[in-house]
Antibody
């Protein structure tokens, strides 16, 4: 099934930036669509971005479009999320996930917590 | 965006009894070209990421116990746990993957009575 390990979360001030990473192992990373999904405290998950195996196709939720950029390095088997202009509403656990079937997610990483606070 | 609404918000069921969770979408998730419903179910145990249980509305993911089953079509779907076990305590989410942005329901918290 594979394994995903996120890193890069932390506390950042409003307007700041962070770069999340997701290290993948145990499956065909370079041929897999990958997603970032976030979950605000006490809320359900929310999809925010996806990228095709070769990186040529990317998509974003309206809530992050123009602020967040998804990318990948298939040599390093690593997925990234560059987050700019962060606001308090971006506070959440951020998960990376493999596309299991046509837009479903599995497996998921354990997540990395992003807190936007002054 | 497609709105997913789950009922109930919370549910308490005795061990060994049946648990039923409903999910309603604001538009049909059935595609006629392949006759598939683009609906998935996830389980999220406390402190854990969500885990995919069912996709195509009724296809169980590998390794998922057969007490979990999914049914329904178009806009109305159901997740059934036939005989509740202690390890099934979790929040359950439905998700549509018919239209971007893929959206989740608000979740149903399942507890032991």
């Amino acid at each position: 099934e594979g394994q995903l390990v996120e890193s890069g979360g932390g506390v950042v001030q409003p307007g700041g930036s962070l770069r999340l990473s997701c290290a993948a192992s145990g499956f065909g990373f370079s041929t897999s669509y990958m997603h970032w999904v976030r979950q605000a405290p006490g809320k359900g998950p929310a999809w925010i971005a996806r990228i095709s195996g070769d990186g040529s196709v990317r998509g974003y939720a309206d809530s992050v479009k123009g602020r967040f950029t998804i990318s990948r390095d298939n040599v390093k088997n690593t997925l990234y999320l560059q987050m700019n202009s962060l606001g308090v509403d971006d506070t959440a656990m951020y998960y990376c996930a493999r596309d299991r079937v046509s837009g479903t997610y599995g497996p998921w990483g354990q997540g990395t917590l992003v807190t936007v606070s002054s | 965006d497609v709105v997913m609404t789950q009922t109930p918000d919370s549910l308490a069921v005795s061990l060994g009894e049946r648990a039923t969770i409903n999910c309603k979408s604001s538009q049909s998730l059935l595609y006629s070209f392949n006759n598939k419903n683009y609906l998935a179910w996830y389980q999220q145990r406390p402190g854990q990421p969500p885990k995919l249980l069912i996709y195509w509305a009724s296809t169980r993911e590998s390794g998922v116990p057969d007490r979990f089953s999914g049914s329904g079509s178009e806009t109305d779907f159901t997740l059934t746990i036939s005989s509740l076990q202690a390890e099934d305590v979790a929040v359950y989410y439905c998700q549509q993957y018919s239209d971007i942005p893929y959206t989740f329901g608000q979740g149903t918290k399942l507890e032991i009575k």
